[in-house]
């Protein structure tokens, strides 16, 4: 069973920091791994999609890396900003069933 | 993108009654929706996986007579919480999947449900 851990839990920095969250999880035969943010009370967006065939993917201040084996993903958000306080969600699509596991989230506060 | 929508964002019933949420995929064929729950500080735990016109497969520890899904269109998936309770409360989020979306899920923006 596919098991998804995210660290650190928590984590609050000054805005124009840069910052990596981590992500790691137990089954390396996966089809693809996503990070989403969720604001309180809200749904998720999307933010990057990595295919298992792929290392990295970047979108604007954003840019995540996929090593599967280890099992590991790394987010690293540049310059960090007041409106990137939120909690960051790494999810990872495997198994026969193509589930996405999730996993506990990192929730971010940046200070201004 | 994909959109895919839900309905009611929000819902507050009484202890005892049945509360439907719908999910509908507005601009693909959602071939197989997911529902997930999400309790307060916590991540999302898939409930069930549903295909258009079967049955819906649910986790472990997921009451299938409490929680009756329907996926009678590829557009069109419900919810429905039967004899709700307060621990039934939750933030319930669904998610698409279809043609030409391989291993990809769309997520609705969710449905808060308190039991009173």
């Known amino acids: 069973k596919q098991e998804v851990t995210q660290i650190p839990a928590a984590l609050s920095v000054p805005e124009g920091e840069n910052l990596v969250l981590n992500c790691s999880f137990t089954d390396s035969a996966i089809y693809n791994l996503q990070w989403f943010r969720q604001d309180p009370g809200k749904g998720l967006t999307s933010l990057l999609l990595?295919?298992?065939?792929?290392r990295e993917q970047t979108s604007g201040r954003l840019n995540a890396s996929l090593d599967k084996s280890p099992g590991r993903s790394t987010l690293y958000i540049a310059a960090s900003q007041p409106g990137d306080s939120a909690t960051y969600l790494c999810?990872?699509?495997?198994?026969?069933?193509?589930?996405?596991?999730f996993g506990s989230g990192t929730q971010l506060t940046v200070l201004p | 993108g994909a959109v895919v929508s839900q309905h009611p964002s929000w819902v507050i019933c009484k202890s005892g009654t049945s509360v439907k949420i719908e999910c509908r995929s507005l601009?693909?064929?959602?071939?197989?929706m997911f529902w997930y729950r999400q309790f307060p500080k916590q991540s999302l735990m898939l409930m069930a996986t549903s295909n258009e016109g079967s049955k819906a497969t649910y986790e472990q520890g997921v009451e299938k007579d409490k929680f009756l899904i329907n996926h009678a269109s590829l557009t069109l998936s419900t919810l429905t919480v039967t004899s709700a309770h307060p621990e039934d409360s939750s933030f319930y989020i669904c998610?698409?999947?279809?043609?030409?979306?391989?291993?990809?899920?769309?997520f609705g923006p969710g449905t808060r449900l308190t039991v009173l």
């Open positions: 601009d693909f064929q959602a071939t197989t």
């Open positions: 999810a990872v699509y495997s198994g026969s069933a193509r589930q996405l596991t």
């Open positions: 998610s698409a999947s279809g043609i030409g979306h391989y291993n990809e899920q769309f």
């Open positions: 990595i295919q298992s065939s792929q």
